[in-house]
């Protein structure tokens, strides 16, 4: 069982940075697909980015286009640790956001925008982006 952390959740203001990290537990983290989701009060659940145990396609990282060229998602194995660097944030940022893991290792990175793939989740942690 694979349980997931989320820290680094905040309040900065429009234009500001924030990194979220996610902690995971287990010593299969490094074959684990793994996401981040953000969910506004009042709309469902939407990926943001995700980032492949294994890149199939030639590409390890996946992007929403509402965050491409502002957020960063990367990983540390060695720390079980995967991190999403937001910059340049927005009001329409400010959301619940989630850490998750799929642990079938074999689905490549384009795979990973769907929620559905996704097995494990942590509890979220609060972004809010002030104008």
């Known amino acids: 069982q694979v349980q997931l952390v989320e820290s680094g959740g905040g309040l900065v203001q429009a234009g500001g940075s924030l990194r979220l990290s996610c902690a995971a537990s287990?010593?299969?983290?490094?074959?684990?697909?793994m996401g981040w989701f953000r969910q506004a009060p009042g709309k469902e659940r939407e990926f943001v980015a995700a980032?492949?145990?294994?890149?199939?396609?030639?590409?390890?990282?996946y992007y929403a286009d509402s965050v491409k060229g502002r957020f960063t998602i990367s990983r540390d194995n060695a720390k079980n640790t995967v991190y999403l660097q937001m910059n340049s944030l927005k009001p329409e940022d400010t959301a619940v956001y989630y850490c998750?893991?799929?642990?079938?290792?074999?689905?490549?990175?384009?795979?990973?925008?769907?929620?559905?793939?996704?097995?494990?989740w942590g509890q979220g942690t609060q972004v809010t982006v002030s104008s």
């Open positions: 998750a893991a799929n642990s079938y290792s074999g689905y490549d990175v384009l795979f990973l925008s769907s929620s559905l793939r996704y097995d494990y």
């Open positions: 980032v492949a145990a294994i890149s199939w396609s030639g590409r390890s990282t």
């Open positions: 287990g010593r299969t983290f490094s074959s684990y697909g």
